[in-house]
């Protein structure tokens, strides 16, 4: 029988093995993404439609600017855009008392308040004229700012005029029931109207409409150009695999030692 000691070295052993085998996963991915981008030829907003009305299924990158006849407005700075993911999360203080020692002792966690994403079909337009994209099942590699503050995100959020009293009442609900605030940070990631974007993705079309989404095959929109994507996730891949490696071996290697400790 087993001791509590290889118990916890055998279940030390499993979680590493299981967390580098995503990360494995993770990183033949990004491979994948990157072989995409490589076979796909580029192609300008005109002969982007003309693929999705005589041969959909084709799969091209596509380069231009963003527009929206009805954009987005995203919740803090009501910035016109097509995507957005926001997230505000408050650093909180609970008190609770040691049993043991029967003193007050204090801890920070952070508490999600909001998450959520908005996404809207939108234009690449380009010198050759403009091209729909259905963002449906796209990933985003999104320019993205953090704000971080002291005090109740309140504030803030009443001075970014953005809120509404939605949210405004949703806070001071939560207020009501939970810790202490200590401070916010909200995390804001954007695709502007009017900014450089880069579509890998498939030629369609909806009746008489063409238009990039999703296929077979990765679905990206990105603020970053290609040279620079591409340089992102070669280097994510290599680390995935590389942390992968060594948590898989050492994950084996602590399965087997504790059968023989």
């Not at 043991?100 to 998450?115: A, H, I, N, P, R």
């Not at 939108?122 to 993205?144: H, I, M, Q």
């Not at 704000?147 to 207020?175: K, M, N, V």
């Amino acid at each position: 029988m087993m001791e509590n000691s290889q118990w916890v070295v055998l279940v030390g052993g499993g979680i590493a093995l299981v967390i580098g085998v995503v990360l494995a996963i993770m990183g033949f991915r990004g491979r994948r993404k990157l072989q995409a981008m490589e076979a796909a030829p580029t192609v300008n907003a005109a002969d982007a439609c003309k693929m999705g009305l005589s041969a959909p299924g084709a799969r091209v990158e596509l380069v231009g600017v963003v527009e929206a006849e009805e954009p987005l407005l995203s919740p803090t700075g009501q910035i016109p855009c097509v995507y957005y993911r926001y997230k505000l999360e408050h650093r909180r203080q609970r008190r609770k008392l040691d049993k043991d020692t029967g003193q007050l002792e204090s801890e920070e966690y952070w508490d999600t308040v909001d998450d959520r994403a908005e996404e809207i079909p939108f234009y690449v337009r380009d010198s050759t004229g403009r091209c729909l994209v259905f963002p449906d099942g796209a990933d985003y590699v999104a320019e993205t700012r953090t704000h971080e503050g002291h005090g109740h995100s309140r504030d803030y959020l009443q001075a970014s005029s953005a809120t509404g009293a939605l949210l405004e009442s949703i806070l001071g609900a939560l207020d009501d029931d939970y810790d202490e605030v200590l401070g916010y940070r909200i995390t804001e990631s954007l695709i502007r109207v009017g900014q450089p974007v880069y579509v890998l993705g498939t030629a369609q079309r909806s009746g008489e409409v063409a238009a990039l989404g999703k296929g077979d095959g990765p679905f990206v929109i990105s603020h970053k150009m290609e040279v620079e994507l591409s340089r992102k996730i070669k280097r994510s891949s290599a680390l995935q695999y590389a942390l992968a490696a060594i948590l898989v071996l050492g994950g084996i290697a602590a399965m087997i030692y504790s059968a023989f400790m």
